[in-house]
């Protein structure tokens, strides 16, 4: 019997290690340019194209394309899905490393970025496939692992080889990491037949929530520097967006997003939560650099060294955090998280204002595990109650969920910090100024997160 099962856990390791180096390539694909961003700046000086469009097409492909190609995997198969995404990756890849000029190189990112949302979408629905339902917990957590490593790895990746050899050697490196991904797919993962019933592709919902998505950033980032004309235009173009994909959906036979996944009360909650509570870890993201260079007047180094403790302590506490929500289940893991970063964002309300950088320390490294353990429960709690046909799109889903909460935190935490920060206070230090704008930010971000608590609750008891 032991025996058995130490053939089972070998097979579950060796079909699930290409899908888990996809995750990796795909969150390092967003660090990792992040911090080249200043040596392609220099390289196409002069260029009409902003140089931050290097990162934000990535994402905004990633987040426009993961619902699309997640439904593409119920209808094509998880495996034909995850293997055109991790190829599309690797042209993306090889003409990012050869572009020789911005355009070029936008353009290879947005192709990338297509390929990523692919080996974001697809690897937890394997999970969901492949893995006996009382590991489930376990392996959800080992793919937050692997998202986390792929962050915290990106920026020092990526700084050692720019300082060392050039930009675009930080391109080359994802090529042969790629392809080893792409050879364990190939060789491990068991073909999938496509679901004939359905086989075909809500291709106008497809187009209709990426035109949504993109006027939405447009508008956020539109928003952030000032409001104008464009913010009214953006506003009118994302509600049409909008109206337009709901309209089209109603319609669809089959839909993009299936109205009876949509209909059930405790997805709906939880995607809602997954927002607001990516949101917030997107926000000390932003937050973060400003109140430890502005505020404490740290150097950038140690900020960056200092902002590194959050994907680090994210990476070692992946694992525990899915053996947790095997042993007490996914709802209560997820209750769990969520206490945890209710008092995370309350100690980063107070203690970076009284403790400075021990307190801002501590508040991180209770944050960033707690975030976990939230991941790891809530994506268990999705997949388990989620019919075997609809596994990619529910996937989709809650990948699309928390990247809309990235999105959305990049921008709105930015205007929140800055608001606050504005209002001066009578203070003339700086310093100061800055550290009461950090208190009152998180302090909105812990109400966000008990609003999450208090929705998850109420749908429980409903649904009881």
Not at 155 to 170: C, M, Q, T
Not at 327 to 338: P, R
Request: hydrophobic share 55%.
């Amino acid at each position: 019997m032991e025996n058995v099962e130490i053939k089972q856990d070998q097979f579950i390791t060796k079909a699930l290690l290409g899908p888990c180096i996809s995750i990796v390539l795909a969150a390092l694909g967003i660090s990792a340019a992040a911090v080249v961003l200043p040596e392609i700046s220099r390289e196409f000086e002069g260029s009409t194209l902003d140089q931050s469009l290097v990162v934000s097409t990535y994402v905004l492909a990633v987040t426009a394309l993961i619902l699309p190609l997640g439904r593409a995997g119920d209808v094509y198969g998880k495996r034909n899905v995850l293997i055109a995404g991790l190829v599309i990756f690797i042209l993306g890849v090889c003409v990012a490393s050869f572009a020789t000029n911005l355009a070029v190189l936008v353009a290879s990112r947005l192709v990338q970025g297509a390929g990523a949302a692919a080996m974001m979408a697809m690897p937890m629905a394997q999970v969901r496939e492949i893995v006996p339902k009382d590991q489930t917990g376990r392996w959800m957590g080992v793919m937050g692992t692997m998202s986390a490593i792929g962050t915290a790895s990106g920026p020092a990746l990526a700084g050692i080889i720019a300082s060392n050899l050039d930009w675009r050697a930080v391109f080359w490196l994802q090529i042969p990491i790629a392809l080893f991904a792409l050879y364990l797919c190939l060789a491990y993962l068991a073909k999938t037949r496509s679901n004939e019933a359905e086989n075909r592709i809500d291709f106008k919902g497809a187009i209709a929530l990426t035109l949504f998505l993109a006027s939405f950033v447009l508008l956020l980032s539109d928003i952030k520097h000032d409001i104008d004309q464009s913010t009214g235009v953006f506003l009118g173009l994302t509600v049409f967006a909008l109206i337009s994909f709901i309209a089209i959906e109603k319609r669809s036979k089959p839909p993009l997003v299936p109205l009876h996944i949509l209909s059930s009360r405790g997805l709906h909650v939880s995607l809602i939560s997954n927002v607001g509570v990516s949101l917030i870890m997107m926000g000390i993201l932003i937050v973060g650099p400003y109140y430890l260079t502005l505020g404490l007047a740290l150097t950038t180094t140690q900020m960056g060294f200092i902002m590194s403790i959050g994907p680090i302590t994210a990476a070692l506490s992946g694992v525990p955090a899915g053996r947790l929500t095997e042993k007490v289940g996914a709802e209560f893991a997820t209750t769990i998280g969520l206490l945890g970063m209710i008092t995370a964002t309350a100690a980063m309300t107070f203690l970076p204002y009284l403790m400075g950088l021990i307190g801002f320390i501590i508040a991180f490294m209770i944050l960033t595990p707690s975030y976990q353990i939230f991941l790891a429960g809530l994506n268990t709690s999705v997949m388990q109650n989620t019919s075997h046909k609809d596994h990619g799109v529910t996937s989709g889903l809650v990948n699309l969920s928390r990247n809309f909460g990235f999105v959305l935190g990049a921008s709105l935490f930015g205007i929140i910090f800055w608001s606050i920060a504005d209002l001066n206070f009578g203070l003339d230090d700086v310093a100061e100024n800055i550290s009461l704008a950090m208190a009152g930010t998180f302090f909105i971000a812990c109400c966000l997160v008990c609003g999450a608590m208090l929705l998850l609750q109420i749908s429980k008891r409903l649904k009881n």
